[in-house]
């Protein structure tokens, strides 16, 4: 009895997810390391999604910048050009 009291407030201690598995039969230990692997992986997949959306929008940063630079260059090498005829 003295067990069953001590693993009842540990699952009242523990996160929500841990709760619901101890709940369903598994042990606190698989518990907590099946609710870490899946924290980890929504993590990890959160971090490569905005990762990528930050690479593409970085990219077309770029794109708009290069463009910006090369019509500014190419308008002052005209007026150039066209002082020295």
Do not use: D, Q, W
């Amino acid at each position: 009895m003295l067990i069953l009291c001590n693993t009842i407030r540990e699952v009242k201690n523990t996160k929500p997810l841990n709760t619901v598995f101890v709940k369903n039969g598994l042990k606190a230990t698989a518990s907590a390391l099946l609710t870490l692997t899946l924290g980890l992986s929504i993590t990890i997949g959160v971090i490569t999604l905005f990762s990528n959306y930050i690479a593409i929008e970085f990219h077309g940063i770029i794109k708009e910048l290069t463009a910006i630079v090369k019509t500014i260059f190419s308008k002052f090498y005209e007026r150039n050009l066209i002082k020295k005829i």
